[in-house]
């Protein structure tokens, strides 16, 4: 069984940038893509993007999309989400979740595992 654990959530500016890091532990995550979810109060879960097992291919959000960059190093069994010029309507419980298969890339929640406990992520305007 995969734990996940998120950190680097907290307070930033309009504007301003905050690096998400997803530790891994008890299962290698090279042959498996990653996922970063976030919600919102009162709303549901949404996809903000995947990064491919081999950290190559990725898929964003349309409204993240030249905003956040998601990366992983599979040395480190760590997947990180690069956020700049965030924005109010970004504020959410970011969570990061790894996929069920192994070399897939999944863009649903459906298709994804393990679970981190999420981060809280507030942009104030």
């Known amino acids: 069984q995969v734990q996940l654990e998120e950190s680097g959530g907290g307070l930033v500016q309009a504007g301003g940038s905050l690096r998400l890091s997803c530790a891994a532990s008890?299962?290698?995550?090279?042959?498996?893509?990653m996922g970063w979810f976030r919600q919102a109060p009162g709303k549901e879960r949404e996809f903000v993007g995947t990064v491919s097992w081999s950290g190559h291919t990725t898929y964003y959000l349309d409204s993240v999309k030249s905003r956040f960059i998601i990366s992983k190093d599979n040395a480190k069994n760590t997947v990180y989400l690069q956020m700049n010029s965030l924005k109010p309507e970004d504020t959410a419980v970011y969570y990061c979740?790894?996929?069920?298969?192994?070399?897939?890339?999944?863009?649903?929640?459906?298709?994804?595992?393990?679970w981190g406990q999420g981060t809280q992520v507030t942009v104030s305007s």
């Open positions: 008890g299962r290698a995550l090279s042959a498996y893509s």
């Open positions: 979740a790894v996929a069920t298969t192994i070399w897939a890339i999944p863009r649903i929640e459906s298709d994804f595992g393990s």
